[in-house]
């Protein structure tokens, strides 16, 4: 018995995909410092290895979105949050999503780890603007499906107000284990660990960019703010 | 009539699907459809009369999802006995209340995935996955289930976690299925054949596919299954691809289309038959009128030598197998060592070394008489299979640490080994049955090891005699003839030779040999080694525990492949020996040293990064400077360069370690020359803090540390309190350092701190992770919050300098 029927199963080929370069370096720490040619040959040699093995996977549903003040209705759960209401705040419709590059990828890192810490850094940051650049893929493409509206920014459990403990009905919800190879530990981390899971508002009025934008956030002293 | 026995007569039909039979009958999405084997007994078994009478010879309880996980009998919620007493309850009523259908009915006691990922990638324990799945199991075996299907698995070691459960806890059979992708291959990565060698290792009764994919691309993957297996095979496709119409979801494929291609299935060698997600009874019924009068294809014996890892299988008896025997302590001292000190580090980079050299399977051995050997192996098994694909051999005289790891092996190992003594075949045959595996049997006895061909042969018949008493086929056997040293007897070699294509002719099994003993006590022992393994494999060796860093070991398994018409093209040859000339043709540095040199030597190497310059640099350096000099003149001062780069950001994260592993490179040649008294430097211990699985953070600590000469206590990820605690106190330490990197598990952190306060009052606490900030430091009592990898250097230098 699996319940969720609705829920859409996407598979992506790596080859559709370039993880982009600049996000890596962002991610080790470099603002906006070029890396030398031994820092790029080895990012481009992890891009190889880790491009091989990734599996990208999402698992997709569209439901109806009620707001009313501070409580969201998606019809399969409510929860009251300033935060979230804002951010969807006149959207009648969302999307609720997981995305992951997969468990190889992971055990690619790790294995790496044992050989050369150095390699296996630029592995995690590479890892990490890959399922960026995968769910800014999706979006983009999610957002053609809907003419006429726009996507609001990715949220996540953990963002603002929202507790990090509704993971467990996001991917219960997304029957991500069993769609995409998502699940949680008892300590509410996602495995594999380059994994999102969100939440994205669709509407017609006063929608920012779904992509991503330091400008936007108001951590001024994030160590990957460019 | 008993379930098998109905399989071995004909085509055994399964249910459909009943996610949508349950949602028209007013299922709630979101609502947890085990819950309405008690609420709602009616429509449940409304239901699974519907499959009774469009003739399923077997139909699946509700309890896909009843685990204690979420039954814990807490807060209002039912245990799982409850649910699953009740889903069996509906299905004997609806079997004795159907009207037609099948002369034979079976309740299958449905086993679905936890839902949580096995550890060491996500936090779910193998033992507590067992416990998990056998309350179910037990549940279902009292309450009256006839067989047990796990279904809809996608992770080889959950699989393997529900089978042992099931094994252990009823006498029903054991039905698997497992959810493949197109590529065929699970989501954990597994293939068929690897799933097909640890399934049937483990006696399941049937093994199959279900869910996912449709009708046809199962038809494209059954090859692949009846290829390998011997055991019948289970397929239960979806009705085809779901997709989205007005707020319901459809299947593209249709009860004639499904029951046309199943019929294919049948034709095909599918011998138990169903529906998963999409279907109904409907397809159900005009599959069984289609399919009930085929005559069903014989299941055939394949007798394949096989082993598995997590995701791949390799058989024996066609190309030969070659086995590392690297991780292994006999005559190693840095091996010795690093497993005194528990250094997974050094014995995990041992097996992924030799993978690089290209070894099939990994031999693991880690007896050593101080320490705990079946501790020790299922840890580092653990941790192989872990990040390692290659299968492992299991290579220990303790039938402890054997039992246990081969309960842990994430596929089916390789077993090394038993010999022709009874006390030897009772410890490891029954551990074989139990847990399966492809075994290598020793061709001596009680009496010794024989001394002609024809004596050893005979042990090697009475092996496979006493094996079969326990069920255990000879293909499951792999028989070593025994090298023996020419230096002591110069007839050894030509014995060994010659028991070779008795065992493989005369028995039908194959033969593995620990090829360097032939060469003990002679000088440039490879040369002997090398000719004598391609004179055994043109005996028709079939596999090799041997040194894959010896070039001339290499050069014969190459050369052989090539000559005997194994290497098309000779392409596996060519690359071999074009990569061997690269390697001693140039000993250019690697393409990493860009960055201007600011200082020449050791010190210029390590800072920019060249490991192996700095290790030869280092070499010639020991020659007229004292090793403690070098370190504390060249190495470190060069660290501390890179260290104030990393500080002022003009050097960042991959640049400094980049640094450290050539640092780290020149320590290990220094170490080599250093007495063992100098080596160490004082012990920290490092730790992720339980509940959290993310130690890239940690790793980074470690690997500068130990550049600074720390001996690092390094636990891993996950680690409980009291671990931490018992390790400072066991290594006397002085600081802890401790990582984090979610908000729910800084409380992990906070508890592990108050203990270490309690019970190693003296030692002071760093703590580090994303999370984490001065702030929370403080809150939870830490001696020093470490922004990054250097700050913890620097802190422990100020720490050590009191």
Known sequence: MKANGRVESIEYPASQLEVPLLSVYRYLGMGRTQPDAALTSLAEQCAGEFQAVAR??????????????????????????????????????AILFAATTGAEGERLQKRTAITSPAKAVVLDALGTAAIEHFCDTLCRRWAAQFPGQRLRPRFSPGYGDVPLELQKTLLSCLDSHRKAGITLTQSLLMVPQKSVSAMVGIGSTGCETALHDCQLCDKTDCQFRI | MNVLDCIGQGIFFLDGGTGTLLQERGLAPGELPELWNLSHPGEITAVGKAYYEAGSHAVCTNTFGANALKFDGNEGRPTVEAVVTAAVSCLQTARSSAVGGQAHKFIALDVGPLGRLMAPLGDLAFEEAVELFAQVIRAGAKAGADLVLIETMNDCYETKAAVLAAKENCDLPVFVSNVYDENGQLMSGASPEAMVAMLEGLRADVIGLNCSLGPRQMLELLPRFTACSSTPLLVKPNAGLPRPEQGHTVFDVGPEEFTQVMEEMVGRGARVVGGCCGTTPEYIRELVAAASGIAPLPVTQKSRSVISSYTRAISFGKAPVLIGERINPTGKKRFKEALRARDMGYVLKEGLDQQEQGVHVLDVNVGLPEIDEPAMLVDCVRELQGVCDLPLQLDTSNPMAMERAMRIYNGKPMVNSVNGSAESMDAVFPLVKKYGGLVVCLTLDEGGIPETAEDRFAVAKRIARRAAEYGIGVHDLIFDPLALTISSDSAAAQVTLDTIPLIREGLGACCSLGVSNISFGLPHRDFITATFFTMALSRGLDAAILNPYSTEMMKAYHSYLALAGMDPNCSSYIAFAQNLTVETASSAPAALGQRPPSREGLQGAIIRGLQEDAAHLAREALATIEPLTLINEQIVPALDVVGQGFENKTVFLPQLLMSAEAAKAAFEVVREAMPATQGSGPAVVLATVKGDIHDIGKNIVKALMENYGY?????????????????????????????????????????????????????????????????????????????NAMETVRYAGLVFAR
Do not use: W
């Open chain 1, 56 to 93: 990208y996977r999402a698992c997709r549903l569209v439901l109806p979105v009620a707001v009313k003040g501070e409580l969201v209705d998606f019809g399969v759960f409510s929860l009251s949050s300033k935060s979230l209401s804002k951010n969807l705040s006149g959207c009648r419709q």
């Open chain 2, 711 to 787: 001996r690092v206590i390094d636990l891993g990820r996950d680690v409980p309190a009291q671990r931490v605690a018992q390790a400072a106190l066991d290594h006397d330490v002085r600081l802890v350092g401790l990582s984090a990197l979610m908000t729910t598990t800084v409380p992990a952190m906070a508890q592990t701190i108050a203990l270490l306060r309690q019970q190693c009052p003296g030692c002071k606490v760093v703590v580090g992770g994303a999370v984490l900030t001065q702030e929370y430091a403080d809150q939870i009592g830490a001696d020093r919050y470490a922004k």
